[in-house]
């Protein structure tokens, strides 16, 4: 006989696991209606809205909206809740149970209204599990849905053991916890790193007047960093500055900064110019899973690709122009760009922009090109307006200064980031092996 039991678990169980329908489990349900403009701040009654099951993970212990409502429908502390209907098949692959009593739960939610039994978040972490099945039992085209007499179907190994059950739910409500903790964290280093963006560099709408009026956050933040000290209000200085320099900050545009070129594709219709290609040809996608600084790219073309104007070389910076305005990347190999993006290269006229600094300035002149999008018509950023924008800048000592400490924060964030990453393959790894 097949044993049930999972590959991982607690030492002190040994018994094997049984298979068991949902339908064995709990009493089927559906939520009252519940429409988004039911929710409102400071409601009388905690809810879940239908369209809140796809932010929720497998374990929801506190609630995030509330209604005034008439509470018809309630849970009572120990139930699972499937979304019936999304775009995608893989949307409905998922269960949160729900350990709170007294929450309105909205139409567009199937209930299961565990027995004694059955522990709700061993459950649902357990249907997660094996999602495909209730992925199979999707039904429609264009809007896909799940029944509950579908998912009553789903066969799932439970544990004999109620405490066994409670473990293993506890264990992963702990990892959660530490995504969380961790996801707070980075919420907070992205605050920061948006103050100092704010406060490092001069800023026409800058109130000058009142330099000592910066937040606590970065009051804090001075206090910690003993080379960091507020400035006397004055005109092209930022506000907060290393010790030892003083004095207004020139500007130059970028059009006296840069040579601007344009990003472009190679014909696709032409192998010789992709086939075995070793150089980097950037796209939006590689900034969205590399980052900001890039030095390979996912797709590569050949030297019979690139115009006689040439690659881009290493050190130029990239900046989106049409689409998605805004992002930027330094690149650190001599590569292309597609052509969604504008490409700043340095002409060493003025050897007076130390490009890490300028990485940094480019968060700033994202969210310019973001609100400063030609009206009407293709979604795209004035080039001629973009030639003419002033950059800010000190000596070269200070923008060296300035580049390695905000990027240190940067490296904070990224290490946390990918702490976040290993917490979740941890999670995915553990549901495959402490599950039969």
């Known amino acids: 006989m097949e044993d049930k039991s999972p590959k991982i678990r607690f030492q002190e169980y040994q018994d094997s696991w049984k298979p068991k329908t949902l339908n064995e489990l709990g009493l089927w349900s559906k939520g009252q209606p519940l429409s988004k403009s039911d929710i409102i701040d400071d409601g009388e009654h905690p809810c879940i809205h239908y369209g809140e099951l796809f932010s929720y993970n497998e374990i929801i ?10 509470p018809i429908v309630t849970s009572k502390g120990n139930e699972l809740l499937f979304p019936d209907s999304d775009v995608t098949p893989d949307g409905l692959g998922r ?18 209204q565990l027995h004694n039994d059955y522990s709700a978040p061993y459950c649902a972490l357990n249907v997660v599990k ?14 896909r849905h799940i029944h509950s007499r579908d998912l009553s179907e789903v066969e799932i190994n439970v544990s004999t053991s109620y405490i066994e059950q409670q473990k293993i739910g506890e264990f992963f409500q702990q990892l959660d916890e530490l995504i969380c903790a961790k996801e707070q964290e980075i919420e907070k280093l992205k605050q920061i790193k948006a103050a100092l963006l704010d406060k490092m560099f001069p800023s026409e709408d800058a109130d000058t007047s009142n330099r ?6 970065m009051h804090k933040l001075i206090q910690n960093s003993p080379d960091l000290m507020f400035t006397e209000p004055a005109p092209h200085t930022p506000q907060i500055r290393f010790r030892g320099f003083t004095g207004p900050w020139k500007k130059k545009t970028l059009d006296e900064l840069f040579i601007l070129r344009n990003g472009y594709t190679p014909s696709k219709a032409n192998p010789r110019y992709w086939t075995n290609g070793e150089i980097p040809w950037f796209r939006m996608d590689d900034i969205r899973e590399q980052g ?10 050949t030297k019979e690709a690139v115009k006689d104007s040439g690659l881009f070389p290493a050190g130029s910076f990239i900046i989106s122009t049409t689409a998605t305005i805004g992002e930027h990347a330094l690149l650190i190999a001599d590569s292309l760009a597609n052509q969604r993006f504008t ?3 340095t002409v060493n006229r003025w050897n007076t922009i130390d490009m890490m600094y300028f990485y940094q300035y480019g968060f700033i002149l994202g969210e310019w090109c973001r609100q400063n999008v030609n009206v009407g018509g293709l979604n795209a950023v004035n080039i001629s307006d973009l030639r003419q924008h002033t950059v800010p800048y000190p000596s070269i000592q200070e923008q060296k200064l300035i580049a390695n400490f905000l990027l240190s924060h940067d490296n904070q964030i990224t290490d946390s980031q990918q702490q976040i990453i290993k917490l979740r393959n941890i999670k995915q790894s553990c549901l495959q092996k402490m599950f039969a």
């Open 61 to 70: 212990n506190k609630v995030i909206s509330t209604t005034n409502s008439e």
């Open 95 to 112: 269960c949160s149970s729900i350990t709170i009593p007294n929450v309105i739960l909205g139409g567009g939610i199937n209930i299961l």
């Open 130 to 143: 094996n999602k495909k099945q209730i992925i199979d039992r999707v039904t429609g085209s264009t809007v």
């Open 212 to 217: 000592g009026g910066c937040n606590t956050l």
């Open 292 to 301: 900001h600084i890039l030095k390979d790219a996912a797709q590569h073309i």
């Open 343 to 345: 490409v700043l290269q």
